[in-house]
């Protein structure tokens, strides 16, 4: 029994209390990588906001309209929600030779994405592919020059913590929304105390 509480105190962090219903998964690598408007972006000056992250890449057909599909509807009820402020949304390339800078701001456009709230990510083949090795992620060449890669939305907290992992049939605007609440009402907790 006393091995479990130590692991609930290494897993949540020394002084906090376990009273989540999200639990502390692990905390992501720092990432730099290039948005779509060609600016080097790192994933730490996102501290303070809960953060959403896909993987997609352009021209995929496959689960990846899907994905950013499910992502503007999460935004549009993050916004519903008087959250979006408080909220980031990430999606990072799985083809960063086909997804220059350009073409993620066409993919913007194509989806009417808010680009404010919402930061489309490419960079060399290596970056990325460390990127996805860090976030447990792979993708692996398919048939007609597509991807084959799974379908994940990763959730983290304002402090940069990896909180949930949805898989896309899993990731509904509604618990989102909820998951979202939880963690900027977590946020707020924690920078009001002294």
């Not at 913590?161 to 898989?167: A, K, T």
């Not at 963690?183 to 009001?192: M, Q, W």
Request: hydrophobic letters at 40%; a positive charge.
């Amino acid at each position: 029994m006393l091995a479990v509480g130590w692991l609930v105190m290494l897993l949540v962090g020394a002084g906090e209390k376990a009273d989540s219903r999200l639990a502390v998964i692990r905390t992501p690598a720092e990432l730099t990588l290039t948005t779509q408007d060609g600016k080097t972006f790192q994933l730490s000056s996102l501290r303070g906001k809960v953060v959403l992250v896909s993987f997609v890449f352009t021209t995929c057909n496959g689960a990846c309209p899907a994905t950013t599909h499910r992502m503007v509807l999460a935004q549009e009820a993050l916004a519903k929600s008087g959250l979006l402020d408080k909220v980031h949304l990430l999606s990072i390339t799985l083809d960063p030779a086909r997804d220059k800078p350009a073409v993620l701001r066409d993919y913007v456009r194509l989806y009417d994405i808010d680009a404010k709230h919402w930061t489309f990510l490419t960079g060399s083949q290596k970056q990325i592919d460390k990127v996805l090795s860090d976030w447990g992620m792979w993708a692996r060449p398919a048939a007609n020059r597509q991807l084959d890669h799974p379908s994940r939305v990763f959730l983290l907290d304002g402090r940069g913590r990896l909180r949930e992992i949805y898989d896309l049939q899993f990731f509904r605007p509604r618990w989102v929304r909820e998951d979202v609440q939880l963690l900027v009402k977590e946020t707020e907790k924690r920078t009001s105390q002294p």
